[in-house]
């Protein structure tokens, strides 16, 4: 199972950017998608985790402004990001928990300027 991760870029204070992953491979048995973020130097954090029977949690920092949505038949995860700010810049990992396994995506970029 392979997960890539989209969606990354540049945007200013208060934009909005949308991430994506799809899982490739014989990703069956998903049980949670979810999001996870790294600054450099620091330990990687999770964002936001949707469950397959929908439990959806988000970080403090990002209640209100992000929203992670699955869609459990093409094996992807989206995380829409709203209002962001400086301090949400790092390094956007997927991570599915599967029966077969843990995958991690590659990570994706996000650099928002003040």
């Known amino acids: 199972v392979q997960l890539q991760a989209s969606g990354g870029g540049m945007v200013q204070s208060g934009g909005s950017l949308r991430l994506s992953c799809a899982a490739s491979g014989r990703a069956s048995g998903i049980y949670v998608m979810a999001w996870y973020r790294q600054v450099a130097g620091e330990q990687r954090k999770l964002v936001a985790s949707?469950?397959?029977?929908?439990?959806?949690l988000y970080d403090d920092s990002v209640q209100g402004r992000f929203h992670i949505s699955r869609n459990s038949a093409l094996n992807s995860v989206f995380l829409q990001m709203d209002s962001l700010k400086p301090e949400d810049t790092a390094v956007y990992f997927c991570?599915?928990?599967?029966?077969?396994?843990?995958?991690w995506g590659r990570g994706t970029l996000v650099t928002v300027s003040s």
């Open positions: 991570h599915f928990n599967t029966a077969r396994g843990v995958y």
């Open positions: 949707i469950a397959n029977g929908g439990n959806i």
